[in-house]
């Protein structure tokens, strides 16, 4: 059964950086068009970076230039590097690909706050 099991989340300081996991089980991941996705306390979920089983990466506008997505097929993982942290990407950060449907990791917790 498809499994992804987001890590890495936690306080950092405005300026700040985070790296993020995903953890995918289940699915043929290497073949898996694959992104990250933000909700943030009382608005809806978004986009924020995705990566096409060949390496192509896209990255919503807010993040581009500080957040780096990233994969390792060999190890079925999925990352995010985040750098120069702001308070506005205070959110709970998920894993998700298109051919996952509707299924959802629990996502992981990211707190930027001086």
């Known amino acids: 059964q498809v499994q992804l099991v987001e890590s890495g989340g936690g306080l950092a300081q405005p300026g700040g950086s985070l790296r993020l996991s995903c953890a995918a089980s289940?699915?043929?991941?290497?073949?898996?068009?694959m992104g990250w996705y933000r909700q943030a306390p009382g608005k809806e979920r978004e986009w924020v970076a995705s990566?096409?089983?060949?390496?192509?990466?896209n990255y919503v506008d807010s993040v581009r230039g500080r957040f780096t997505i990233s994969r390792d097929n060999a190890k079925n993982t999925l990352y995010l590097q985040m750098y120069s942290l702001k308070p506005d990407d205070t959110a709970v950060y998920y894993c998700?690909?298109?051919?996952?449907?509707?299924?959802w990791g629990k996502g992981t917790l990211v707190t930027v706050s001086s």
């Open positions: 990566i096409s089983s060949g390496g192509v990466t």
């Open positions: 998700h690909g298109p051919s996952l449907g509707t299924y």
């Open positions: 289940g699915i043929t991941f290497r073949l898996n068009h």
